[in-house]
């Protein structure tokens, strides 16, 4: 693959784009603008809700972003939602139930449109007082579809709680993690950031082998499957979680080191 080149660059964010400052550096600022003027663009691929990412359309200015692990495609641009893949009622009801039972010290909240809602007893890590931020009952909360369900345990180790969720959940909703904490992030069936960007590259006249996609968590490996199936390169940050760094096609600095531009200027353009 020595004369390979992507025709799109897809990237997540956290852990990968970001640096420790929650900023874009200049240096992935600037290789990510060479890519642009030679006509590749940047799509990036989050489980951020789009109430979270203004502060990387500030960054950026225009694009587009898979957001909430594939259910929401943001412009950023405008800031307008082009499409939504959410949880239904019904399923919402089914796993909350099940997940309730299996485990009472499960805790919920959701995410739609601009709003997060949680379970008085759910302890969010972020937003705690930002606007769109409220607490609702169970009931309250799955009585309209969402972009994501949130389940958290306080307690249980991550991996356990999250095959647990898994188990639970079965075909009835997809389940990943992108979180160092015990929280599972719920979608629709069948949907992940691979769907997402699946639908965009189409749209673009684009496969997998046309990609390179950086990532560094579980909510990753869907996306990376597909495209080092269809002859891309999955490129996992040095930062990444074991299971990422093992599915990858390769691995790149840190995203603490500018691990993404590194990567990029080490390709022909």
């Not at 990968?16 to 003027?37: C, F, K, N, P, Q």
């Not at 990387?56 to 957001?67: F, K, N, P, T, Y």
């Not at 405008?78 to 796993?95: M, N, Q, Y």
Request: proline residues 6%; contains cysteine.
């Amino acid at each position: 693959m020595a004369d390979w080149r992507p025709s799109l660059i897809v990237s997540d964010i956290d852990g990968t784009l970001l640096g420790s400052d929650e900023v874009i550096s200049d240096t992935t600022l600037a290789e990510l603008g060479r890519w642009a003027e030679a006509g590749v663009p940047l799509l990036l691929a989050t489980g951020r809700p789009p109430r979270w990412m203004l502060g990387i359309r500030e960054q950026l200015g225009s694009g587009l972003a898979v957001c909430c692990n594939g259910a929401v495609l943001l412009d950023l641009e405008s800031f307008t939602v082009l499409e939504e893949h959410p949880v239904t009622t019904d399923v919402l009801r089914e796993v909350t139930g099940e997940l309730r039972r299996r485990e009472p010290d499960t805790w919920f909240a959701v995410e739609y449109g601009d709003q997060f809602r949680h379970e008085p007893i759910y302890q969010p890590r972020w937003d705690v007082d930002a606007p769109g931020v409220s607490l609702a009952t169970l009931e309250e909360m799955v009585a309209q579809p969402v972009a994501k369900l949130l389940a958290r345990h306080e307690h249980l180790p991550r991996e356990q709680f999250v095959e647990m969720v898994a188990e639970v959940v079965g075909d009835a909703a997809t389940v990943t993690n992108s979180s160092t904490d015990a929280l599972a992030e719920i979608s629709a069936r069948g949907v992940t950031k691979a769907t997402g960007l699946a639908r965009v590259a189409a749209e673009r006249g684009l496969g997998p082998a046309d990609v390179v996609y950086f990532g560094d968590m579980p909510n990753d490996l869907a996306a990376f499957d597909w495209v080092r199936q269809g002859g891309g390169r999955a490129v996992a940050m040095a930062n990444a979680h074991p299971d990422v760094l093992a599915a990858a096609t390769d691995v790149t600095d840190a995203h603490t080191a500018d691990g993404v531009a590194v990567f990029l200027a080490s390709l022909p353009r």
